[in-house]
């Protein structure tokens, strides 16, 4: 089992921690902000898997790669594909992508 944590900024003048738990073919990831403390997808953890290192405060943002190398073949790789399609296709409704977002969650939370 392997493990990165990152420090990112919030919205607010918090400062959350990533987990990203690489634990043979699974990948788990959890973040202490508010949407991921209940379970939903949030945007720190997407753009780190996006390989986006922006919002990392943290001195790791180097190691951004690692996470995404970790997500190919993994089940939260393949609801993030699922929900970018969905986010590219004009005819997605806003439920299609909050039940995509939903699936990616449960992805990134098992």
């Not at 089992?1 to 990203?20: H, R």
């Not at 990948?27 to 379970?39: D, H, I, K, V």
């Not at 929900?83 to 995509?100: G, M, P, Q, V, W």
Request: charged share 25%; hydrophobic share 35%; with cysteine.
């Amino acid at each position: 089992m392997e493990q990165l944590i990152f420090k990112v900024k919030g919205s607010s003048s918090d400062a959350y921690e990533i987990t990203f738990i690489k634990d043979g073919a699974s990948l788990t990831a959890l973040c202490t902000c508010p949407a991921g403390q209940f379970g939903n997808s949030c945007k720190h953890r997407v753009a780190i898997l996006d390989g986006k290192p922006d919002s990392i405060s943290s001195d790791n943002a180097d190691q951004v790669p690692t996470v995404t190398k970790w997500l190919v073949g993994t089940d939260v790789e393949a609801a993030l594909g699922k929900l970018r399609e969905a986010e590219k296709n004009s005819e997605s409704t806003k439920d299609d992508i909050a039940a995509l977002k939903k699936k990616l969650s449960r992805a990134m939370n098992s």
